[in-house]
């Protein structure tokens, strides 16, 4: 019902910027700006993380403690599109990045991946040091 697509990942030196872009395209007659939607990583050898949220209401957002302060996630309706703007990169921030959209247990933390029932292909990120 829901396909994501990200874009935006590459190569940057530390300390640099980048801006995931997930783009959505919806089935259903729900609306975009319904869904809470998510951003995960999975850096190499290691399990899939939660990085950042944005709920429908109010846009409110949450992040992992790792990125807090460096990363904002935001959303455009109309473009049916979601954001993570990327700051002060890390190598540790290595890792292929995720977008989800919500559709799984709502009981779930929006931390969780079991909130989540849509995701994309996924868009690497490589922080050179």
Not at 30 to 42: I, L, T
């Amino acid at each position: 019902q829901v396909q994501l697509v990200e874009s935006g990942g590459g190569l940057v030196p530390a300390g640099g910027s980048l801006r995931l872009s997930c783009a959505a395209s919806i089935a259903s007659g729900r609306s975009f700006s319904s869904y809470a939607m998510g951003w995960f990583r999975q850096a190499p050898g290691k399990e899939r993380e939660f990085v950042a949220a944005i709920r429908w209401i109010a846009g409110i957002t949450s992040y992992a403690d790792s990125v807090k302060g460096r990363f904002t996630i935001s959303r455009d309706n109309a473009k049916i599109t979601v954001y993570l703007q990327m700051n002060s990169l890390k190598p540790e921030d290595t890792a292929v990045y995720y977008c989800a959209a919500e559709g799984g247990d709502y009981s779930s933390s929006y931390h969780s991946e079991g909130r989540y029932d849509y995701w994309g292909q996924g868009t690497q990120v490589t922080v050179s040091s």
